[in-house]
């Protein structure tokens, strides 16, 4: 059955859920950007994040393997709790994510010596890899834009048990989180033979 919902609150939901993601994209572009002033030493925690964020990311791809899987067996509620633990970890991937891009010196993907530079030489060695990983790691970060707004919408239908629309954008909702989370491990194994810490 689904709950009647008045068009003020939909229309408030939608006006909340747009605003935090046009805020959370804003503060990664900022970070990332480093238009805030970075200290010169580093944390020493900040060498660990890219793999603790590779394991939240191949954790998150299995929780929505399972969530699918209960979804399919009917069984709500577990496919409830996964789905929030996959959310959880998400979260804390995103906070972990801007974190490390915020504190650590970019890596570039060939770059061998560690100077900031791929030269010829080095864009040699690594080949055609080089276009793989790209496109890649461009699909990774649109795409990372694009679900957080459908994740929160989908939340918010489950939630208020509009269920009709819960499974109309999860129809979206689930293959892009899925790639996201995926691609996000592919990328760090990609790019973690050039970190130089």
């Given amino acids: ?7 003020t609150q939909d229309k408030l939901i939608f006006r909340i859920i747009i605003g935090v993601s046009i805020f959370v994209f804003a503060v990664v572009v900022i970070l990332i950007l480093k238009v805030l002033p970075v200290s010169a030493t580093l944390p020493s925690f900040t060498y660990k994040l890219p793999l603790i964020n590779a394991y939240l990311n191949g954790t998150c791809s299995l929780l929505l393997l399972l969530s ?6 009917k069984n709500v ?13 998400s979260s804390l991937f995103l906070v972990l994510y801007i974190v490390f891009h915020y504190l650590a010196p970019e ?4 770059d061998l010596d560690g100077n900031g530079i791929v030269s010829a030489s080095e864009k040699l060695a690594a080949g055609n890899l080089r276009y793989v990983y790209f496109g890649i790691l461009i699909s990774h970060i649109i795409l990372a834009a694009i679900v957080l707004p459908l994740i929160l919408f989908s939340f918010s239908f489950a939630l208020q048990n509009q269920i009709a629309r819960h499974r109309k954008i999860v129809r979206w909702t689930w293959p892009i989180w899925f790639y996201v989370t995926v691609t996000g491990v592919i990328v760090y194994i990609m790019i973690s033979p050039y970190y130089q810490f």
């Fill in 107 to 110: 890596t570039r993907y060939g």
């Fill in 77 to 89: 509620a577990m496919h409830k709790r996964i789905n929030i633990t996959a959310f959880v970890l």
């Fill in 1 to 7: 059955m689904l709950v009647k919902t008045n068009n």
């Fill in 68 to 73: 699918l899987y209960f979804i399919k067996q």
